[in-house]
């Protein structure tokens, strides 16, 4: 078997080429493309469904903000939480509804702003 000279394989690998090409190995390769695992199509994971409830980090996460964002939109009533044997959580169709606020055209929702010299 030649071997480019620029290509460096060990000795393991030069064997295996070698049985390959002599036919006393069989190698089969499967390529399988978007095709979903059964297991994981029976049953959704966390991944594929967001839960009614969210953390306040995961409010955050979902609305692709910080979490200080989050809590400067909550003190000022855009967004109301509930809390939940002693956690905050953020019902996601609350989120929905901040959301679908700021995409009527002449409607304002409370916006954090930034303070003179960028401190809170």
């Known amino acids: ?19 390959l090409q002599a036919g006393r190995l069989r190698l089969e390769i499967r390529l399988v493309l978007d ?37 400067d939109l909550r003190r000022k009533g855009a967004i109301r939480v509930s809390h939940l044997g002693g956690r905050v959580v953020v019902q996601r169709e609350e989120l929905d509804r901040y959301v679908a606020g700021c995409r ?6 409370p916006l954090p702003l930034p303070l003179a010299g960028g401190r809170r």
Request: net charge negative; aromatic share 4%.
């Open 35 to 71: 095709q979903p695992d059964p297991a994981s199509a029976a049953s959704p994971t966390a991944a594929a469904v967001t839960p009614d409830l969210l953390t306040h980090n995961e409010a955050a996460d979902y609305l692709r903000i910080g979490r200080s964002t989050l809590y």
């Open 1 to 19: 078997m030649s071997v480019e000279p620029s290509l460096e394989l060990s000795p393991a690998a030069v064997a295996l080429f070698e049985h």
């Open 104 to 109: 009527e055209p002449g409607r304002t929702l």
